[in-house]
């Protein structure tokens, strides 16, 4: 099999000569299939920094090679943005819900083509890559249609009532200001949709840093919203975009021009990211790593609960942030949810993700497939017992248009025992692997549930209610997303998305998420002729 590193080489020495299955693509959305790409957009289309290579997961080929952001042309964008902001605070609310709506019907119309570039830059399957865009469609239709004239126009405060004689005091949100979203590989449009709209309902400016290996989405996805904000006579830098790396991500964090960072992506990074934004007191949104469990009692009906699992475990080669990582079985189904879950992990059969019939496509690059060998190697060390998987597909499995890309065997695996305090528990590996423990008691299985530094999403399948009051209750599950009969992975946007303890506390989307991209003051007004202090504090010299 051709290396990675060695098909890179091979494409720079040859003349760009991009295969058709990703030229189409491109062309549909209006990207460069030659020469290098400016990555960087205030206004305007720029880029002098650092070259980066968008590499196709499937197949191995170069699809693009982007310009970053150079220092000088980050802090031109971030002046842009702060000046976007002063013109994009004073439009009204109403004004901007209707702009949302337009960056809707314009993604709406694109809707497909988008989608495949996500499948073809990401690596999800098609279908996947096509709900991710239709689900910044479905936000935006959020906070517009569904609330008939838009979130934008019920953006509201509150009236608060005063102790005070002839006093009325109002809680009232603003505009903040410069909202950066740092964004993971795993959702290139998904999660930057979340953000936007929300963000720019409430007036902010936007300025998005996405992972440096999905640089085509986000250009792809800002060509769209800047050709609506011009015809509107709105500054670009509105929706500003920076591609790049690390060094871009921590100097956008750094700058004290940015009001609020919104960061989805590891454990580690966003530790970091935290503690920068708030040494300098600024806003921090933190969506961070997932170690999601599921748990089966014995009246669970597996006709649901099977296929769910399948999914949550094997969908998006495992690479969501709520895919089911933990599966705890009652001992009286145990054997028969494994045989049957065994026999739907046989059907899979890797291939093209842009191809209708995949279900299973590859690991998004090289490093994520050395993670997975590295995770299924410590858990054979540890004594478990892999029931299905545990290894890479050679090129005897893969067509031969595949052997270039990073496909793993989703792997099912049993430990000894389950211990909490233990790695093969605790930690997030961003790949297939299904770690299995067996249970007596649901009271144990919340146990182990929560016996985990993250907190993103929980399942429990039962048809007992009083297991369902268990588990939303005060001793049950503590993730910011708790299911009943519904798998951990996938969220509607209706409901604030998020999770809490080292998944970061952050909350987006749907529910009171808005409430995070404003700022709010409470404005104290006396239209009275005295004006008496609170809690009757006298402070006259006269008495
Ligand atoms: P990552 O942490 O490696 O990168 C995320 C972003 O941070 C990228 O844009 C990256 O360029 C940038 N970055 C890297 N180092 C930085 C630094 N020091 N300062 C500032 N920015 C920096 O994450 P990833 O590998 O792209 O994504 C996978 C992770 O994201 C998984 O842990 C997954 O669970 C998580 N995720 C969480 C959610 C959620 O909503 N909770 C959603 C999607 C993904």
């Known amino acids: 099999m051709l290396s990675r590193r060695t098909l890179t080489v091979v494409h720079k020495a040859s003349s760009r000569a991009l295969s058709t299955r990703a ?34 997961p499937t197949t191995g080929e170069v699809l693009a090679r982007v310009r970053s952001a150079s220092p000088q042309e980050l802090q031109l964008a971030l002046e842009k943005s702060k000046e976007a902001y002063k013109f994009i605070r004073s439009v009204p609310a109403p004004r901007r819900g209707e702009l949302v709506r337009q960056i809707r019907e314009a993604l709406a119309a694109k809707r497909d083509e988008l989608g495949a570039l996500v499948s073809l830059e990401m690596g999800k399957i098609r279908t996947e890559g096509v709900g991710e865009v239709q689900e910044f469609i479905d936000i935006v239709r959020y906070t517009h249609a569904d609330y008939a004239v838009g979130l934008s126009r019920i953006m509201n405060g509150r009236v608060v009532a005063s102790e005070r004689p002839g006093h009325s005091i109002l809680e009232v949100p603003n505009p903040l200001g410069v909202v950066a979203v740092l964004s993971a590989f795993n959702f290139p449009v998904a999660v930057y949709g979340w953000n936007l ?3 720019l309902a409430a007036g902010n400016a936007t300025l998005w840093k996405p992972a440096p290996s999905t640089p085509l989405c986000s250009i792809a996805v800002i060509k769209i919203i800047a050709s609506v904000l011009e015809k509107n006579g709105i500054p670009g830098a509105v929706a500003g975009l920076v591609t790049g790396g690390k060094d871009i991500g921590q100097a956008v964090v750094q700058s004290q021009d940015v009001d609020m960072v919104s960061f989805t992506g590891s454990e580690a990074v ?22 999601n469990a599921s748990i089966v009692m014995p009246d669970a009906d597996l006709s649901l609960a099977v296929p769910a699992v399948f999914f949550g475990a094997v969908g998006t080669a495992g690479q969501r942030c709520t895919s089911t990582r933990r599966l705890y079985l009652h001992r ?7 045989s049957k879950l065994q026999s739907l992990y046989s059907s899979l059969q890797p291939g093209d993700p842009l191809e209708s019939a995949t279900l299973l496509g590859p ?74 423990g067996v ?9 182990w549930n929560n016996g985990v530094p993250q907190g993103l999403s929980s399942s429990l399948w039962t048809k007992d209610l009083r297991n369902v009051g268990k588990w939303i209750g005060p001793a049950g599950s503590d993730t910011g997303i708790v299911n ?22 952050g909350r987006e989307s749907g529910g009171d998420a808005w409430k995070q991209y404003v700022r709010w003051s409470a404005c ?20």
């Open 23 to 56: 030229s189409t693509i491109l062309q549909a959305l209006d990207i460069p299939t030659s020469n290098e790409i400016p990555g960087v957009y205030d206004g305007t289309w720029k880029g002098e920094g650092e070259l980066f290579e968008s590499l196709c």
């Open 197 to 199: 709209a929300l963000s």
């Open 270 to 291: 966003g530790r970091d990211v935290g503690k920068v934004v708030q040494s300098r007191f600024g806003k921090v949104l933190l969506e961070l790593g997932g170690n």
């Open 332 to 338: 009286s189904i145990a054997p028969t949810f494994l």
């Open 363 to 436: 690991l998004h690059n090289r490093a994520a497939v050395g993670i997975y060998s590295n995770a299924v190697d410590r858990l054979r060390r540890a004594g478990a017992e892999i029931l299905i998987g545990g290894s890479q597909y050679g090129s005897e499995d893969l067509k031969d248009t595949l052997t270039g890309g990073n496909f793993v065997r989703p792997t099912i695996a049993v430990p000894s025992k389950v211990d909490v305090t233990d790695a093969i528990w605790r930690e997030e590996t961003f790949a297939p692997i299904l770690t299995v």
């Open 439 to 447: 249970f007596d008691e649901l009271e144990e299985a919340i146990g």
């Open 484 to 505: 009943v009969n519904v798998g951990t992975s996938g969220a509607e946007i209706g409901a604030a998305f998020g999770g809490n303890k080292s998944t970061g506390w």
């Open 524 to 543: 104290t007004i006396n239209f009275s002729d005295e004006a008496p202090l609170a809690q009757g504090v006298n402070f006259s010299t006269s008495s």
